[in-house]
């Protein structure tokens, strides 16, 4: 992929650039404040903006503008924000601006190239546990607009919330195997909270994968947020677990 890196410390940024070249990406360019990082964008057309949040100018406006201009143009450049902040306001502001991803600096190397690969598949850039707490915060209605994003026209698409409703619609079952895959369960879990044997659970994960065209569990847990799939008061598994 062509990347480029907004951040305003040098230092990182040099560590990120040697670390995309020696996995075979390209780094088309390094900005240091918000205006920067829309004008390379602007310039240099990249596959992937890794942005960070706090920034001279802020990486959210920067996001915004990107995504703005991307919208009017036909631009098919991701953005994932790359940041050191928790703060939950970041993580949906970026969402909403139309960011692909959220991750924290903190990521093993092994992670974050896991991320990379997601994003050029097309999938979104977002840990497990980041895609637990959007649910969270959705599923609880605890946020001003709780709508899903992709209803919104950000990073979900036209298509968003299709396949809620199309013909490949999900099962009540599938439904409640999707809120435990969002909240980390693993397949033996999932079977032992339903009482139903791991195989079972496995072909209610694999017909889930195959309608929702997804080709992880992670892009799964992403898409039930974006497309607002999981029932609204599922069982609260991070809970009891």
């Not at 940041?83 to 991750?103: P, R, V």
């Amino acid at each position: 992929m062509r990347v480029l890196l907004a951040d305003d410390h040098p230092l990182f940024r040099d560590g990120i650039a040697s670390l995309l070249r020696s996995w075979g990406h390209e780094v088309v360019g390094q900005a240091g404040t918000a205006d920067e990082a829309v004008r390379l964008c602007s310039d240099r057309r990249p596959d992937l903006v890794l942005m960070d949040v706090r920034m001279p100018g802020s990486g959210l406006s920067a996001t915004r503008a990107i995504t703005a201009a991307a919208a009017e143009t036909g631009a098919t450049t991701a953005i994932v924000m790359l940041t050191a902040s928790e703060d939950e306001d970041d993580l949906f502001e970026a969402i909403k601006a139309g960011a692909q991803g959220y991750l924290l600096k903190n990521l093993e190397s092994s992670q974050f190239r896991a991320m990379l690969e997601a994003v050029e598949r097309g999938e979104a850039a977002i840990t497990p546990a980041t895609a637990v707490r959007i649910l969270e915060e959705y599923r609880h209605g605890d946020r001003g607009d709780n709508q899903p994003v992709g209803a919104r026209g950000g990073a979900g698409g036209p298509e968003a919330g299709a396949a809620a409703g199309g013909p490949d619609r999900l099962t009540d079952r599938e439904l409640e195997v999707l809120g435990l895959v969002t909240a980390g369960l693993r397949n033996k879990e999932i079977a032992a909270r339903l009482q139903v044997s791991e195989n079972t659970a496995k072909f209610h994960l694999r017909n889930i994968l195959e309608k929702l065209h997804a080709g992880s569990r992670t892009e799964l847990a992403a898409r039930a947020v974006r497309e607002g799939l999981v029932p609204p008061d599922p069982a609260d598994a991070k809970a009891e677990h």
